[in-house]
C-alpha cells in the first residue's frame, strides 16, 4: 500500500511541478504584457503631448508669417509712397514709364525699416524649421504607438481573449495578482506534498 501511495504521491508531485510550470509561464506572460501595456500608455501620452507642442508651434507660425505679410504690405507700400513723392508731371514713371500721374501712392506712416523685415522673416524661417522638427518627432512617436498597440492587440487577444479595452488596466492587474496567487497556491501544494513524500520514504527506511 505504501508503494502504491507513494507511487500516487509521485505522479502527484509531477502534475503539480508541471502545472507550477505552466502557471509560472502564464504569470510571465501577463506580467510581460502588463509591462508592454504600461510602455504603450507611456508612448500614448508621449505622443499626446508632442503633438500638442506641433499645433502650438503651427499656430505661432501662422501667426508670426500672418505679421510679416502684414509688414511687408507695410513696407512696400512705404517704398511706392517714397517713389511716388519725387514723380513729376510729364516725366516718365520709374516703375511703369507713364508720363501721367493721377493717383500716386502717398507716404505711409510708421513703416518698417527694411532691416526689421528681415529680422521677422528670419523669426518665421526660425519658427517653421522648429515646427517641422516638431512634427517630425510626433510623426515618429505615432509611428511607435501604432505599432506597439497592434502588438500588443494582438498577444492580449492570446492572453486575455476577448476584453473591455476601458477596463484593461484593471483587468491586467487583477490577471496578475489571479497568476501570482495562483503560483504562490501551487509552491505551498508542492511544499506540502514533498514534505509527506520525504516522512514517508524515512518511514519506509525505518
Given at each position: 500500500?505504501?508503494?502504491?501511495?507513494s507511487s500516487q504521491n509521485n505522479s502527484d508531485?509531477?502534475?503539480?511541478?508541471?502545472?507550477?510550470?505552466?502557471?509560472?509561464?502564464?504569470?510571465?506572460?501577463?506580467?510581460?504584457?502588463?509591462?508592454?501595456?504600461?510602455?504603450?500608455?507611456?508612448?500614448?501620452?508621449?505622443?499626446?503631448?508632442?503633438?500638442?507642442?506641433?499645433?502650438?508651434?503651427?499656430?505661432?507660425?501662422?501667426?508670426?508669417?500672418?505679421?510679416?505679410?502684414?509688414?511687408?504690405?507695410?513696407?512696400?507700400?512705404?517704398?511706392?509712397?517714397?517713389?511716388?513723392?519725387?514723380?513729376?508731371?510729364?516725366?516718365?514713371?520709374?516703375?511703369?514709364?507713364?508720363?501721367?500721374?493721377?493717383?500716386?501712392?502717398?507716404?505711409?506712416?510708421?513703416?518698417?525699416?527694411?532691416?526689421?523685415?528681415?529680422?521677422?522673416?528670419?523669426?518665421?524661417?526660425?519658427?517653421?524649421?522648429?515646427?517641422?522638427?516638431?512634427?517630425?518627432?510626433?510623426?515618429?512617436?505615432?509611428?511607435?504607438?501604432?505599432?506597439?498597440?497592434?502588438?500588443?492587440?494582438?498577444?492580449?487577444?492570446?492572453?486575455l481573449g476577448d476584453y473591455e479595452e476601458d477596463?484593461?488596466?484593471?483587468?491586467?492587474?487583477?490577471?496578475?495578482?489571479?497568476?501570482?496567487?495562483?503560483?504562490?497556491?501551487?509552491?505551498?501544494?508542492?511544499?506540502?506534498?514533498?514534505?509527506?513524500?520525504?516522512?514517508?520514504?524515512?518511514?519506509?527506511?525505518?
Amino acid at each position: 500500500r505504501m508503494s502504491c501511495g507513494s507511487s500516487q504521491n509521485n505522479s502527484d508531485l509531477e502534475k503539480l511541478k508541471s502545472s507550477e510550470k505552466e502557471q509560472v509561464t502564464v504569470s510571465n506572460n501577463v506580467a510581460t504584457l502588463k509591462k508592454e501595456y504600461d510602455d504603450l500608455c507611456s508612448i500614448t501620452k508621449k505622443h499626446e503631448i508632442e503633438s500638442a507642442a506641433y499645433l502650438s508651434k503651427y499656430q505661432e507660425v501662422e501667426n508670426v508669417r500672418a505679421e510679416y505679410q502684414q509688414m511687408e504690405k507695410v513696407f512696400l507700400g512705404g517704398q511706392a509712397g517714397i517713389l511716388a513723392s519725387m514723380l513729376k508731371e510729364n516725366e516718365p514713371c520709374p516703375v511703369c514709364g507713364s508720363l501721367s500721374h493721377p493717383s500716386p501712392a502717398s507716404i505711409l506712416q510708421e513703416v518698417p525699416a527694411k532691416e526689421e523685415l528681415e529680422a521677422k522673416k528670419q523669426q518665421v524661417q526660425s519658427l517653421e524649421k522648429d515646427m517641422l522638427q516638431k512634427n517630425e518627432i510626433a510623426t515618429s512617436l505615432r509611428a511607435q504607438k501604432l505599432e506597439k498597440e497592434s502588438n500588443f492587440k494582438e498577444k492580449a487577444k492570446g492572453i486575455l481573449g476577448d476584453y473591455e479595452e476601458d477596463s484593461l488596466e484593471k483587468i491586467l492587474g487583477e490577471k496578475k495578482d489571479e497568476c501570482e496567487q495562483k503560483v504562490l497556491e501551487i509552491g505551498e501544494k508542492l511544499r506540502l506534498l514533498e514534505a509527506k513524500i520525504k516522512n514517508l520514504q524515512k518511514i519506509s527506511d525505518d
